[in-house]
């Protein structure tokens, strides 16, 4: 199966995925930079944002609004107050959320948020950040792709940005389709497969430890490209 899945930057990654059944919408993971302070920024569909909110406890309960028109929805991150904010602005049909320090107050997130762009996409909203917000220098663009294997087991594909002059391809793994293909140690606490590419490196994380060959068998015929 092949889909695209927009960055945050604008790029878009092409993923193909000869084993798929069924590939459900993908989520995306970037990281805005202000100064010393990062925020995390992930964009998926409601369902995304709903589970976020779920397993960390939080409810979105007030609402601002930013100078773009954009309607911000706030809450105490897991109901504590002493927590940062959760927090998620809809645009266009995707949801973005994430959740801020104890130090970042809701004035301190609005100005931030005020100083990027949100651009709807059908595969993935694009941001552009702008006066004092950045990218970080220090993190990736990610998507992560969920993935229902043929098999009958599924997986993660955790898919991050390659950086020019910093990530550089390992000269170990077996030559595949997509790329250098390798897996953990047996020794390792975590175990997954990576598939190295020029535009991309795709971590495959098994659902279960007895999927570990499939999705490694699996890792080894897809691509990561940009489109």
């Known amino acids: 199966m092949h889909t695209t899945r927009r960055l945050h930057n604008g790029e878009t990654l092409a993923l193909d995925v ?13 990281v805005l930079s202000q100064d010393s302070l990062e925020l995390e920024i992930n964009s998926g569909s409601a369902h995304h ?3 976020y909110l779920a397993t960390s406890g939080s409810t979105l309960t007030h609402d601002v609004q930013l100078r773009d028109g954009l309607t911000l ?23 973005v959320y994430g959740f801020t320090v104890p130090t970042l107050d809701l004035e301190g997130l609005t100005a ?29 663009h990610d998507v992560a792709q969920v993935v229902e294997l043929t098999s009958g ?16 391809q390992s000269t170990a793994g077996l030559d595949v389709r997509g790329g250098k293909l390798s ?21 495959g994380v098994p659902g279960t430890i007895e999927d570990m060959d499939t999705v490694a068998s699996a890792l080894g015929q897809v691509t990561a490209e940009l489109a």
């Open 18 to 30: 000869p084993d798929a059944a069924n590939l459900p919408p993908a989520a995306a993971i970037s």
């Open 49 to 51: 944002l709903e589970h």
């Open 73 to 95: 929805r706030h809450g105490r991150y897991g109901g504590d107050p002493a927590s940062g904010l959760a927090f998620a602005l809809a645009v266009g049909d995707h949801e």
């Open 112 to 140: 931030l948020l005020s100083q990027v762009q949100f651009a709807p996409d059908p595969a993935g909203p694009v941001l552009t950040p702008g006066g004092s917000v950045e990218w970080s220098p220090f993190r990736t």
């Open 153 to 168: 087991g599924h997986a993660l594909l955790d898919i991050r940005r390659t950086r020019s002059g910093v990530t550089r």
């Open 183 to 203: 897996r953990s140690a047996e020794s390792d606490r975590a175990h997954y497969a990576v598939l190295e590419a020029p535009a991309f490196i795709v971590y």
